[in-house]
């Protein structure tokens, strides 16, 4: 939303945090300014300027759990004082609020541009819209238009919270729609900047499908490994969940694509090997990892295999696993450290979760893997540190007749 322009025109950001800016000056910005009565009242009446908002509706949303025996009165006092605020701000001496019939209005006397409001008009135009050029670039500006949650401190108030559901339903369709026609025109630049975008905005989306099939229609292809690699790491280890089941389809379906330039097996194995001699453990990420216990699977058919899957995970003083803060972090850290000092180098390792790793150890015994959770043990444990790791073994069975999943 643009910021400069006319000085008697007044701009409103909604998305992410609440700012009104007169004049180059910002009046309201920052969480804690836009958590108070006035910042309150300015967002129903500047939000609702069409229609308004009722007297009853502004109460109840002001007023919320407070008891207070005039409730009209402290509504008067509430608009009385915003009046004196907007004045001193420097904008025109009006009657900034208009009440007709029991509704409050914003005054027509100050234009108002709001970042919500241009995002539903760029996509009712776009939705009008008959030339395909001029309607990519309507969608595109839609999209760019939307800059976070609706009002994102103001997640509890139900008002708000029904915008933010409704805005971000339009700006999931403005994405979907754009992508459409970026594909038919194989606009695969805009493409990629749109899902990287849409990813940061609106994540846990499964935006990163958009960029992935962009890096691979333009040929990319390094790049559209890593940022395969990146993405699972992403939702495993930084948000600690599993990507969806359909994130993780899109994704594997468009990382079969990626293809490879003509090469001679000497150059092709090359490639293939670890760089470095890479000392303790190996550790990759859980797509590379989940292969590894499927491969291990199939091997074990043939039998002579004796394999153990460990889970190591961060315990407070209580055993209780630790799930978030900032010492889990740290705690998580110093975990992967002990256990690739401690494992062998033909283990493998993933870092599953925060504060949780995987170790799957080849050719060995029960009593080997009491022996390597000491070693850890061992590495980790520092002083009269409370904390600690709890451990769960189990045997790797081959299951030839079943889909094999970790």
Same mark, same amino acid.
């Given at each position: ?111 108002? +541009? ?266 980790? +444990? =520092? ?12 045997? =790797? ?10």
């Amino acid at each position: 939303m643009e910021k400069s322009g006319e000085n008697s025109t007044l701009y409103v950001q909604m998305f992410g945090n609440f700012s009104m800016i007169w004049n180059g000056r910002q009046l309201i910005g920052g969480t804690k300014s836009a958590e108070t009565q006035f910042a309150w009242l300015m967002q129903l009446l500047l939000h609702n300027r069409e229609n308004g908002i009722s007297r009853n509706r502004l109460e109840e949303i002001l007023f919320e759990g407070r008891d207070i025996a005039d409730l009209h009165h402290a509504a008067r006092s509430v608009i009385y004082n915003a009046k004196k605020k907007l004045r001193a701000a420097g904008l025109p001496d009006v009657n900034y609020i208009v009440q007709r019939e029991g509704v409050y209005y914003w005054t027509r006397e100050i234009p108002v +541009i709001e970042d919500a409001a241009e995002l539903e008009r760029l996509y009712r135009e776009a939705e009008n819209e008959e030339d395909p050029e001029r309607q990519q670039q309507l969608y595109l500006e839609a999209c760019y238009t939307y800059t976070g949650e609706f009002l994102e401190v103001q997640t509890g108030v139900v008002w708000a919270a029904q915008e933010a559901r409704r805005y971000r339903g339009l700006f999931c369709a403005c994405v979907e729609k754009a992508v459409e026609l970026l594909r038919i025109n194989q606009d695969y630049i805009q493409m990629q900047e749109l899902g990287l975008y849409a990813a940061r905005i609106n994540p846990l989306a499964d935006w990163e499908t958009v960029t992935m099939e962009a890096l691979i229609s333009l040929g990319r292809d390094e790049e559209a490994r890593k940022f395969y690699d990146d993405t699972v790491e992403l939702y495993f280890q930084e948000q600690g969940l599993r990507p969806s089941g359909q994130l993780m389809e899109l994704l594997n379906k468009l990382g079969a694509q990626i293809g490879h330039h003509y090469a001679v097996l000497d150059d092709i194995q090359a490639r293939l090997a670890e760089e470095g001699e890479g000392s303790g453990g190996y550790i990759c990420s859980y797509p590379v990892f989940q292969g590894i216990y499927r491969m291990i699977e199939r091997i074990m058919e043939r039998g002579g295999q004796s394999v153990y899957l460990m889970l190591c995970t961060v315990v407070d003083s209580k055993g209780n696993p630790m799930k978030d803060g900032a010492m889990l972090e740290e705690l998580s850290e110093r975990l992967g450290e002990a256990i690739q000092q401690s494992v062998r180098r033909g283990d493998a390792i993933n870092k599953y979760g925060k504060g949780q790793y995987l170790v799957l150890m080849l050719n060995t015994t029960r009593e080997n893997c009491k022996i390597l959770q000491r070693r850890i043990n061992y590495h980790f +444990i =520092v002083g009269r540190q409370r904390t600690g790791i709890q451990y769960y073994v189990n045997s =790797v069975i081959c299951t030839p007749d079943r889909e094999r999943i970790v």
